[in-house]
Every structure is written in C-alpha cells, then in structure tokens.
C-alpha cells in the first residue's frame, strides 16, 4: 500500500484505467448475453464513436512515408460503468 503523502505514478493510473476497460467490455458482453433483444439491451450497449481521422483522408505525405493518424474511442453506458469501477479502485488505493 502506498502512503498517503506519495503521489501515484502515471503507470498506475494507467493500470487502473486499463482494468476499467477490461471491465467494461466484460460488463458489456455479460449484459449482451443475459439480456433479451428489446429497448434495455440497446441502452446498456448502443456505443457512439467519438474521434478523428479514421472516416476522413488524413493523409500525412512526408515525401517518402506517406501515413494515417486517428483514434476512436466508443462510448456507451457500459463503458461509463467501467469506468466508475476504476475511479473507484483508484479512491480504494490511496
């Protein structure tokens, strides 16, 4: 356990928020399985993608590397839920 005067490294933060995500996709297809088709099911797993360059020519030409940049990240409840579980995991270890 780390004191509470020590301030917590970005890897750590990072492990945290990564375990949110792996939470979150595990929520998401445990609710996908258990839950019926219907109104519920699209609440919990209706994602909407937010970021740049993956639709659009983001082309970057640098005379003889020509490359794509962009990310997406989807949003849903589930992943909101994941979240909240990795705050939460991040205020238990102090």
Known sequence: MM??????????IFLVFFIGIITSLILGQLIGGILPEGVVKD??????SIGWGIQQNNWIELYVIRFKTGMMIDISVVSFLGMA??????????
């Open 3 to 12: 004191k509470t005067n020590q301030q917590r490294t970005m890897a750590f």
């Open 43 to 48: 609440f919990f797993l209706t994602s909407h």
């Open 85 to 94: 579980i990795s705050w939460y995991f991040l205020r238990y270890f102090k």
